[in-house]
């Protein structure tokens, strides 16, 4: 597999694109509020808990479909840097598999957050999201492999991955404490509340991408063993314990499904070939 290493040409023109795709998204948001749909779309509270995942299933459905154009476009965008070696058939397939895991991984997570946020103890919600992104970094290597077809191996140290991931979930624990702050009406217990918090996280989550994306290319020239943590693309993929609306729209992940996951590029990953091997084997 080719190695990903996008140019500052391909990041500003993927950054100007992601942030139109964020601003057409809003803009969705607070039309349903206009309409006085947002209130059947997603209910706020007295209904039933099959109600609220309701709505979730539907701003997922909805987030998919502006990613769907949204992706496509960038997968084009990446041919024409000439950054995306796949075929479109390749991307294709990378691209439905990748889809259906992260609707099933996003819808769980809501619904745990909405069960969670039921409780009359304020700290459950946020050591729930803490548990769902640990789950998340130990089935990190599974999804990769569904996803590309492809058995990821890491050439980084385990002590070196544990502490990039521990940051980038302290980081978003942090993020997912501040949205809650700033917004007081937010809960957790309701859809509204949840994707209120979901809209909310793409500003942190966007922060501490840039940030550490900034920080590593920095640390990358002195041959930093930092530079090789990614917790800038952990960030993203950890992201998805709330709806993770901008981890698949970043300049390193639009149109690159085996990137989803956030797994550093100084690994590999190998296709199996298990024909060939045992043609050189009988030889």
Known sequence: MVEYQPTMKSRAIHFVYTTLIFL?????????????????????????????LRGVTIILGGSIGLALLAEWIGYA???????????????????????????????????????????????????AAAGMMLLLLLIRKPLHWVITGRRYKSKEKIPARFIGSLLALLWNLMGLYLVNLLHEQTSFFSAAGVVLVGFGMVIPASAGYILFAVLEKILSRSSNPIAG???SETILYLSWFCFGFIARLAPTTLGRPERWVGLPSDGRSEESKPDESRSKTTE
């Not at 809501?110 to 409780?119: K, P, V, W």
């Open 229 to 231: 943590w990614n917790v």
């Open 77 to 127: 965008l990446s041919k024409w840097l000439n950054e995306a070696p796949e075929s479109a058939k390749q991307f294709t397939a990378m691209w439905l598999r990748g889809l259906v895991l992260y609707f099933a991984i996003a819808f769980a997570c809501a619904a745990g957050l909405i069960e969670a946020g039921r409780t009359d103890k304020a700290w459950v919600p946020y050591v």
């Open 24 to 52: 057409a998204a809003l803009w969705a948001y607070q039309f349903l509020y206009g309409m006085g749909a947002a209130g059947f779309v997603l209910p706020n509270d007295g209904v039933r808990w099959f109600t609220h």
